[in-house]
């Protein structure tokens, strides 16, 4: 870019308040991310407005709109900010030192940290800090290398790899289901207690993937539990029987300490993804996390295949 050019664009701070306001759709919001004030982000609006020669968004009550030119903007001004920061990311030491992954909690708890250590005698250079806060994390401040979060895969400016579905199976153990009877039928289920989470309406839906129709009330009798780790546990322990991620308990079905008592299964819309800026998809620790990752779910994948068959 000669400096002619680089005279043209507008200043890097206004760009980077329009990237966060058309992303939040919220000045308010934008201001709080930045650490701004809201008078000081519309002020930034409106000279990047004045640069450009048309407004960005419309201001309605309570909430603003990108405008047409705004929505042209925003993608690309998303991309030009991931690709900026992953450049000046790769000029650090991104050959090994400290690998920063934020991760839903279910999915750190269940499946990765039982698996970490692996990675780190497979990379011993690399070391590994997790952080399973609900917070969406924001790629282009630098504060995390790569997330694992749950949606349809489509985030601008990442790179996105599927990794699981989002999937709920009952699993029992062989104890429990043996002092029921041999749970013949789905039906039996309303017979012994039902562990459930947050997910209202789950045991309902896997009910009817069985084929029954039950009242919303019928997780009223069983336990609520935190997590699927503690469903698990449970259900292990053979106090109740769980509704969980069968891929979280490959290594309890293998050893037969859980058990499947039925095929039937429910989804909820998206999948798990393996997250990173795109323009940092070659940096080295990144690269071989997304490997390590991969190969890990591929090896589930060929494990719960053996165990249908």
Request: some cysteine; hydrophobic content about 45%.
């Amino acid at each position: 870019m000669d400096e002619g050019s680089a005279s043209r664009l507008p200043p890097l701070p206004a760009i980077r308040v329009f990237e966060a306001a058309a992303r939040h759709l919220s000045f308010t919001k934008a201001a709080a991310e930045l650490g701004m004030t809201q008078a000081a982000v519309s002020y930034q609006i409106r000279l990047l407005e004045d640069r450009v020669g048309a407004p960005l968004f419309l201001r309605l009550t309570r909430k603003v709109a990108l405008t047409e030119t705004g929505e042209r903007l925003a993608p690309a001004v998303t991309e030009a900010l991931a690709r900026l920061a992953g450049a000046f990311a790769a000029a650090r030491d991104d050959t090994g030192g400290l690998l920063s992954i934020t991760s839903i909690h279910t999915f750190a708890t269940n499946w990765l940290v039982p698996r970490l250590g692996r990675f780190q005698l497979a990379h011993p250079g690399i070391a590994v800090r997790l952080d399973t806060k609900t917070k969406l994390v924001d790629f282009t401040r630098g504060d995390s290398d790569i997330g694992i979060r749950h949606g349809m895969g489509v985030w601008p400016g990442l790179a996105a790899h599927p990794l699981m579905p989002i999937e709920y199976t009952a699993l029992c153990s062989p104890a429990l289901r043996d002092r029921a009877g041999g749970l013949k039928d789905p039906r039996d289920l309303l017979e012994v207690p039902l562990f459930w989470d947050d997910g209202d309406g789950y045991w309902q839906r896997w009910f009817a993937a069985a084929g029954l129709a039950v009242p919303r009330t019928v997780s009223d009798r069983g336990l609520r539990l935190e997590n699927q780790q503690m469903m698990g546990r449970a259900a292990q322990a053979g106090q109740g029987v769980a509704l969980v991620n069968p891929t979280f308990f490959l290594d309890e079905l293998a050893a037969g300490d859980l058990v499947r008592p039925f095929p039937y299964s429910i989804r909820d819309e998206g999948s798990y993804y393996l997250v990173y800026l795109d323009s940092r998809r070659d940096v080295p620790k990144i690269t071989a996390f997304r490997d390590w990752v991969l190969s890990e779910i591929a090896a589930d994948e060929r494990q719960g295949l053996a165990e249908a068959g």
